[in-house]
Nanobody, 126 residues
């Protein structure tokens, strides 16, 4: 059973930075696809960034390109989301999710992910 736990959320002013972490157990992060989603009240979960199985291919939603970076730390079996130049519209609960068998065309679909962390709140003040 794969378990995921997010950390690193908090309150930051616009223009600031945060680094989120997704610690995995039960499977190596190199052997699966880890994706970050975010959600605000009343809205569906939104794709943010993905680190493909193997750890070489990354994907981002357009609104975070150039500001967010997804990476992995094999020694800690953790995937990070470095978030720079944060904006108030980045405020959300951020979740990491995992699926070792997900196909390319479904990477951005939250319904295709088997395992989720409990989430971490990110609040960006203006």
């Amino acid at each position: 059973q794969v378990q995921l736990v997010e950390s690193g959320g908090g309150l930051v002013q616009a223009g600031g930075s945060l680094r989120l972490s997704c610690a995995a157990s039960g499977r190596s992060v190199s052997g699966t696809t880890i994706t970050w989603f975010r959600q605000t009240p009343g809205k569906e979960r939104e794709f943010v960034a993905c680190l493909r199985r193997g750890g070489t291919n990354t994907y981002y939603t357009d609104s975070v390109k150039g500001r967010f970076t997804i990476s992995k730390d094999n020694a800690k079996n953790t995937v990070h989301l470095q978030m720079n130049s944060l904006k108030p519209e980045d405020t959300a609960v951020y979740y990491c999710a995992e699926n070792a068998r997900i196909i390319q065309s479904e990477l951005r679909n939250p319904l295709q992910y088997d395992n989720w962390g409990p989430g971490t709140q990110v609040t960006v003040s203006s």
